[in-house]
T-cell receptor
Framework: DVKVTQSSRYLVKRTGEKVFLECVQD?????MFWYRQDPGLGLRLIYF???????EKGDIPEGYSVSREKKERFSLILESASTNQTSMYLC?????????????FGDGTRLSIL | QKEVEQDPGPLSVPEGAIVSLNCTYS??????FMWYRQYSRKGPELLMY????GNKEDGRFTAQVDKSSKYISLFIRDSQPSDSATYLC??????????FGSGTRLQVQP
């Protein structure tokens, strides 16, 4: 079974802090994704990566950056946290670039910005 | 207008009922369709995965795709309290990312 592990289940940070969310997958997947999930809005794609050191913007990249130095690890960075970034953050991975690959999710990080 | 529309619910049914969950979409380029189940405080887990129109069955679950109507459904037979969760439909955009519905919350009453 694919395992996607997010380093923190709950995180509380202050406005203006730089925040790092970490995600690791153990199935040698090429693609990794970061989403945020908000009530009534569903899952919205922030960034994704299809290879080491490669990244593409999703639908809502503003205020975020990402890092993928190793294939198994994908980090989401909030450069200067703001209260509107309080949300559930979900990391996912999929096998490769072929169309139609299902994504496998971690259990999420519930981030609160005070 | 959202690309994928899904009724948020909650949908409450008695144990043993047949449940029908639905999504409509507007992008005719979608080719792959998925259903995810998400329990409270957990990440979404892949439940069903279909390609093109037609039905796919897996145990008590049946996924149905009608591309001519841009409509997909998930049926759950003999529903159990353990099926209580939020169900998300998802569709492939062809750019290696998925477009998700906002989810339907299902409650199965014992």
């Amino acid at each position: 079974d694919v395992k996607v592990t997010q380093s923190s289940r709950y995180l509380v940070k202050r406005t203006g802090e730089k925040v790092f969310l970490e995600c690791v997958q153990d199935m040698d997947h090429e693609n990794m994704f970061w989403y945020r999930q908000d009530p009534g809005l569903g899952l919205r794609l922030i960034y994704f990566s299809y290879d080491v050191k490669m990244k593409e913007k999703g639908d809502i990249p503003e205020g975020y950056s990402v890092s993928r130095e190793k294939k198994e690890r994908f980090s989401l960075i909030l450069e200067s946290a703001s209260t509107n970034q309080t949300s559930m953050y979900l990391c996912a991975s999929s096998l490769n670039m072929n169309v139609g690959q299902p994504q496998h999710f971690g259990d999420g990080t519930r981030l609160s910005i005070l | 207008q959202k690309e994928v529309e899904q009724d948020p619910g909650p949908l409450s049914v008695p144990e043993g009922a047949i449940v029908s969950l639905n999504c409509t979409y507007s992008n005719s380029a979608f080719q792959y369709f998925m259903w995810y189940r998400q329990y409270s405080r957990k990440g979404p887990e892949l439940l069903m995965y279909t390609y093109s129109s037609g039905n796919k069955e897996d145990g008590r679950f049946t996924a149905q795709v009608d591309k001519s109507s841009k409509y997909i459904s998930l049926f759950i037979r003999d529903s159990q309290p353990s099926d209580s969760a939020t169900y998300l439909c998802a569709m492939d955009t062809g750019r290696r990312a998925l477009t998700f519905g906002s989810g339907t919350r299902l409650q199965v009453q014992p």
